[in-house]
């Protein structure tokens, strides 16, 4: 098995993805562009970054729900308990995406690969 590190993986997905969106769909092929462009994967690998995406997310609540609460509120949680977090998404995408499998659609999502 071959293991890349965090940014060789990001460069490599990124330069495939460009090679191959103009062969999806219009709405895939946008969506593509922009996690390419913002460089979206190298965005949440740690918990500043994520700090600052709850930041920005509360910018876009509108001021009724912002009073009641934000999504920063729950960095404090977040923070302490990120190793059990990371355990229980290590154990849930497995079986999210065998799940995925199952039920696919492959006449709409044949390119995805699972």
């Not at 390419?36 to 970054?49: E, G, I, P, S, W």
């Amino acid at each position: 098995m071959i293991i890349f590190s965090q940014k060789k993986f990001t460069q490599d997905f990124y330069l495939k993805a460009n090679k191959r969106a103009e062969f999806l769909s219009p709405k895939a092929e946008t969506f593509i562009n922009n996690l390419v462009q913002r460089d979206t994967l190298n965005k949440y690998h740690d918990l500043k970054q994520l700090k600052t995406s709850f930041e920005r997310l509360d910018i876009r609540l509108s001021p009724r729900l912002r009073e009641r609460e934000t999504a920063s509120g729950y960095f404090e949680a977040v923070e302490k308990n990120i190793v059990e977090l990371e355990k229980d998404f290590m154990s849930f995408f497995p079986d999210l995406c065998s799940c995925a499998k199952e039920h696919l659609n492959q006449g709409t999502f044949g390119h995805w690969k699972i």
